[in-house]
Every structure is written in structure tokens, then in C-alpha cells.
């Protein structure tokens, strides 16, 4: 069975950090891509970055560039997405996604993980 699955949520202070992590099984996710969403109360989902095959990070939220970073553990089938400096701003829910390229849209990703709440707040 496909199957993507976000842990690392929870609470976290301005300022804080948290690392996402996105375990895949039935897959090797280090031929696809993957890219993180967020959906904040009462708004759409957004895309906030992709790492490509080659690594790459590709940013689509310009509030994230130098705050957030992806990364993977082939050995562990993860990614994960490290966030610093976090704002009240970074509240949602955030969601991992595979596709073959990346993209800003949510409609190209194939098989999504249930998510994970993040919430910045003191």
C-alpha cells in the first residue's frame, strides 16, 4: 500500500523551531518529489516548497525562503522540513505530497499524507 505519513507537529513558541518529517511506505521516495502544504484555518492550501530528485529546494511561499528547508534520509524513506523562526504566521496544518516534477499546484501530486498541526503561539 502507497501511504504517506507527516509527524513532528505540535506547539511551539515565536521564534521556535520544529523539523516535519513525511515517511513514505510501499514507495522509495527518493524518485519522486515532495512537496509540503500548509492550510491555515478558514483559508486554502497553499504550496510552500518541493525538493526535487536532484535535492534541490524550490520555494513557492516567499514568507518561508530562509526559514524553511527540505531535506531526505534515503536510508529512512523521509523527508523532512526543517522550520525556524517560526511566526503565528506558520499555523496550519501541513501536508506532504508526491509527484514526479514539482509544482505550486495541488492537483499534480498524487498521493497525499493525512497531516500535521503546527501551531505558533505563546
Known amino acids: 500500500q502507497v501511504q504517506l505519513v507527516e509527524s513532528g507537529g505540535g506547539l511551539v513558541q515565536p521564534g521556535g523551531s520544529l523539523r516535519l518529517s513525511c515517511s513514505a511506505s510501499?514507495?522509495?521516495?527518493?524518485?519522486?518529489?515532495i512537496g509540503w502544504f500548509r492550510q491555515a484555518p478558514g483559508k486554502e492550501r497553499e504550496a510552500v516548497l518541493c525538493?526535487?530528485?536532484?535535492?534541490?529546494?524550490?520555494y513557492y511561499a516567499e514568507s518561508v525562503k530562509g526559514r524553511f528547508t527540505i531535506s531526505r534520509d534515503k536510508g529512512k524513506n523521509t523527508v523532512y522540513l526543517q522550520m525556524n523562526s517560526l511566526t503565528p504566521e506558520d499555523t496550519a496544518n501541513y501536508y506532504c505530497?508526491?509527484?514526479?516534477?514539482?509544482?505550486?499546484?495541488?492537483?499534480?501530486?498524487?498521493?497525499w499524507g493525512q497531516g500535521t498541526q503546527v501551531t505558533v503561539s505563546s
Open positions: 510501499g514507495f522509495t521516495l527518493s524518485t519522486y518529489v
Open positions: 525538493i526535487s530528485t536532484t535535492d534541490r529546494n524550490i
Open positions: 505530497a508526491t509527484n514526479s516534477d514539482c509544482s505550486s499546484s495541488e492537483k499534480r501530486y498524487d498521493v
